[in-house]
């Protein structure tokens, strides 16, 4: 049987299945959710961001779900420092000016928190002093960090990401640290 799944990664675990980084490391890895062998990532998602994760023992549709020319569109909750006023939300819009170069064209709103999120522990820095807000962001590329760096780039530094959607799949009704196999009809098609 070959396996694809969906798991939504909590917050400070490593998107892979070992920390080859330190003998002994109590950081957690997917391992601690996930007991299937031979099935792999389709894609990262840092440690300290949190959601959709695809695996699958199929490489061939691993490749196909990570590889940059297929521009498979990555939707994010990004909850952020202050109230992005329009101009901010144009410019994710349009493309912001990195380090490594402009982002391309992105979808982004302001949105109202999330329905159905779960807690995160620990929870995000607060300061009385200055509100927050979440933005919907959707990307069709996959820079270290993007997200956050656009975020910060507009003056609206991340406190918190989730990765809600990755092309057809959503985290849907899939609570964090949960996975579950995907039936067939849920697989991309090859080609």
Known sequence: MSWFIRFNKPFDVLSQFTDKGS?????????????????????RLDRDSEGLMLLTDDGRLQARI?????????TYWAQVEG??????????????????????????????TP?????????????????????????????????????A????????????RIGDWSLDGLGSGRWEALPPTDRPRRG
Not at 66 to 74: G, Q, S
């Open 23 to 43: 003998e002994g490391s109590p950081r957690r890895t997917l391992s601690t959710f996930i007991d299937l062998p031979g099935v792999y990532p389709a894609g």
């Open 66 to 74: 990570t590889d940059p020319k297929h521009k498979m569109a990555k």
């Open 83 to 112: 109230i992005p006023d329009q101009t901010a939300i144009d410019a994710l819009q349009k493309g912001v000016e990195l380090k490594d170069g402009l982002t391309r064209p992105a979808r982004a709103r302001l949105m109202d």
């Open 115 to 151: 329905d159905g999120l779960w807690q995160r522990s620990p929870p995000i820095r607060v300061r009385k002093s200055v509100p927050d807000s979440w933005i919907e962001l959707t990307i069709r590329e996959g820079r270290n960090r993007q997200v956050r760096r656009m975020t």
């Open 153 to 164: 780039a507009v003056g609206h530094p991340t406190l918190r990401l989730i990765r809600c």
